[in-house]
């Protein structure tokens, strides 16, 4: 990435999965890159992002099961390995759930999703 900034054919560089403490923006700012995120780390500050998934969209969906009367849910999200290096969009999305599942008394179970069904069978909770 480095390399590819430094060396001049690029005016500037899109970030895309963006961790929550993400050591390539310091990088790109240390080089002077011009640098869009997709995603938000979590000092966004002077930055320049964009995000789909944030603690907002977690939040709505539970706040929905709540209204519909639901008591037991799964999230089921990204791979595990998504949330073991912190990717920003799916822990934001996964706090925001979080949150307001146990503010509505929710029961859910987090169940990342590695791509298989029984990756993803549920589990009673």
């Keep these: ?26 990088a790109l700012h240390a080089q002077g890159t011009q640098t869009v995120l997709i995603g938000l780390p979590d000092d966004p500050r002077q930055l320049s992002w964009s995000t789909t998934t944030s603690p907002p969209s977690g939040a709505l969906c539970a706040d929905h099961l709540a209204d519909l009367d639901h008591q037991d849910v799964g999230f089921i999200r ?29 029961r859910f179970l987090h169940r990342p999703c590695e791509g298989s069904y029984e990756s993803t069978a549920w589990t009673p909770l």
């Design 1 to 26: 990435m480095r390399r590819v900034a430094a060396s001049g054919p690029a005016d500037g560089v899109i970030l895309m999965d963006v961790e929550l403490d993400d050591q390539r923006i310091p």
């Design 78 to 106: 990204y791979g595990s390995g998504v949330y073991e290096r912190q990717a920003g969009y799916a822990a934001r999305a996964l706090s925001g759930f979080r949150e307001h599942a146990e503010q509505r008394g929710l």
